[in-house]
C-alpha cells in the first residue's frame, strides 16, 4: 500500500521497456519507505492508494532500500520475480549487508548497485551485484571509457542513469552499456526527419476530427472505412473485455454509435498515435497515455467535463514532435486543431500547460515541484497524486486493451 510514488522507465538497447524504477516519496532519496501502523492506515483511509504491482503493470521494477531495512527489515511480501533490490553502498565493505545480499541472491533475488562515481571498480569486487548502475552526469567520459568496458566484459549488467538526449544514449550504448535510464526516448531525432508516408495521411484526418468541437460521426465513419485495416482494429478494440463487457459489436457504425462521441474520440487519438508510433520505442506512447489521462482528470477536477477532451488531446499528443521526429510548429501546422490546444501544445503558458508540467514533475519523481503545482494550482497534493494514480491505472488498462497495436514483450529471461 502506497500512496504517493513514481516511476521511471529503463529501455535496453533497442529501447523496448526492460524495468522501472519506483520513487517512494516518503523514503530517503526515493527508497522503499518504513511507514509506521498508524500512518499507514491514515494513507490507506485518506488517499487514492496505488500498489507496487499495479504502478509498474506486469514488469520489473528496482526498488531503492537503505542498508538497515535491507539487513533487519526487509519487506518479505516483495516477490523476486518482479522486484531488483537496489542498493547505494556496496556490500564488500559492510559485512552485515553482505550475509543480508547473500541471503537474498538465495531467495532469487536480483540485486542492483547504484554506484554513481564507480568508486567501487576502483576500491573493491562487485560481491552479489548482478547490475551496477551509474549517473553519467556524475562521472568523467575518461573513467567511464576506462571502468565500463571492463565491468562489461565481467558479466556484470550496467544502467546507465539520468540519460537525457538521443547522444548520450548512443554514447552509453557504444562504451557497453546494457540499459537506459532516463528521457531520452522523448525527444525528437531531427536528423531522421522525414516526409509523414502517404499510408499515414487517414491518421491525421483522424487526430484531426478526434479533437474537432463540432463532431461528425459519418465523416469519421467514412474516413474509417476507407481503410479496412483500421476498421478492423476498431471491431477488435471494441470487443476487448476490457473494454466492453456488455455485448458483440458487428459493424463499424454499430461500433461508432456504442462508443459514443468522447470514447470514439479518445479511441480515435489513441489508435491513430499508436499506429504513428509504430517505429518508435513503446514507451513513448506509454508515457503519453499516462499525460493523457492525467490532463483529462485534472480538468474534470478543475472545470468539470466541458473541456475535458481537449485537455486529453494535450496530453496524448505532447509528445507528437518525438514520435515523427520533428517540430511542434511545423506538425502542428498539419493538423487543423482548435488554437487552445495548439497553444498548449506549444508551450504557451495556460492551464493546460500547467497540467503537463505536473505531469513531467511526476514522471521524474520531483516532490518538490508537485508541491508547487498544488499551490499554483489550487489543488491538494492529495488530490494530485490521486489523479496520477488513476491515470497510471488507466494507461496499464489502455496498454493491455491496445495490445494489438504493441510489438509483444519480450519474455523474460
Known sequence: MFAFIARQPILDKDQDLFAYELLFRDGAYGAYPEHEPNKSELISTRFNTLGIDEISGDQRAFINFLPETVINRFPQELSSDNIIVELTQN????????????SLKNSGYQIAL??????????????????VKVDITKVSDQLLEKHVPILAASGIQLV????SSLDQFAMCRDLGFDYFQ????????????????????T??????????????????????????????????????????KREKITSLRHALHYLGEVEVKKFIALLSLASLNDTKPVELLQVSLVRAK????????????????????????????????????????????????????????????QYLDTVRAFESGLWGKIITQSEKMNVSQKDLHALFNDAIRWSNEMRQALSDFFPRAKPRA
Open 91 to 102: 556490500p564488500a565493505v559492510n559485512t552485515s549487508l553482505l550475509n543480508a545480499c547473500e
Open 114 to 131: 547504484n554506484d554513481n562515481r564507480l568508486q567501487s571498480a576502483v576500491l573493491s569486487p562487485y560481491p552479489y551485484i548482478d547490475i
Open 203 to 244: 491518421l491525421l484526418e483522424l487526430m484531426s476530427e478526434s479533437s474537432a468541437e463540432q463532431f461528425n460521426l459519418e465523416k469519421v465513419a467514412s474516413i474509417i472505412e476507407r481503410d479496412a485495416a483500421l476498421s478492423y482494429l476498431l471491431l477488435r478494440f471494441i470487443n476487448n473485455p476490457m473494454i466492453n
Open 160 to 163: 546507465a542513469e539520468q540519460v
Open 294 to 353: 492525467f490532463c483529462e482528470l485534472f480538468e474534470l477536477h478543475k472545470h468539470g467535463k466541458k473541456k475535458a477532451m481537449s485537455a486529453f488531446i494535450v496530453g496524448l499528443f505532447s509528445l507528437l514532435d518525438a514520435i515523427l521526429d520533428g517540430d511542434m510548429p511545423t506538425i502542428l501546422e498539419k493538423l487543423p486543431i482548435n488554437n487552445e490546444i495548439k497553444q498548449a501544445l506549444m508551450g504557451v503558458e495556460g492551464e493546460y500547460v
Open 182 to 201: 532516463g528521457y531520452f526516448f522523448t525527444q525528437p531525432d531531427t536528423r531522421s526527419a522525414k516526409a509523414l508516408p502517404s499510408s499515414k495521411v
